[in-house]
């Protein structure tokens, strides 16, 4: 009696670590081919807006962090056609021969950041280069997931 009262202790708690194991996230972490940072800064402008998207497959996080209609944290979805034709704009773009950096002479402008597979691109609108411009306003279509 004692025995099988162990061996269920035992196996209880061995059953508790493997669920606890299975939902640790450095255990069971998705790995994403297709990531995007996007961060629109308001520059010293105090009136212009500022947020950051992440998408990382289908998932995107939002955070509006000024001068924004919704503040704070949201999470969605989108759909497998967006996210497709946002990966084939990405990819279509060739992205990292982009320049780092596109700045003018106006300090007050607002900067756009684009992280891609790890490669960082920032710019002001006037001095980016259309195809980048593109992939800005792509990724500020996002935003109308959030109106829903």
């Keep these: ?36 940072t996007y961060a629109k800064t308001k520059g010293r402008l105090k009136t212009k807006p500022h947020y950051i998207i992440r998408l990382k497959g289908d998932s995107v996080s939002y955070n509006g962090i000024a001068n924004m209609s919704i503040i704070g944290e949201r999470n969605f979805k989108i759909s497998k056609s967006e996210l497709k034709q946002i990966r084939k704009a990405f990819e279509e773009s060739d992205f990292s021969s982009f320049d780092q950096l596109y700045q003018g002479n106006v300090r007050d402008l607002p900067i756009t950041n684009i992280t891609y597979n790890d490669y960082e691109v920032r710019f002001q609108s006037k001095q980016a280069p259309e195809k980048l411009k593109e992939l800005a306003l792509l990724m500020e279509e996002l935003l109308h997931h959030l109106s829903l």
């Design 1 to 36: 009696m004692m025995f099988r009262l162990q061996k269920l202790i035992f196996n209880m708690t061995l059953i508790s670590f493997v669920i606890i194991l299975y939902n640790c996230s450095s255990v069971n972490t998705k790995t994403y081919d297709f990531q995007v």
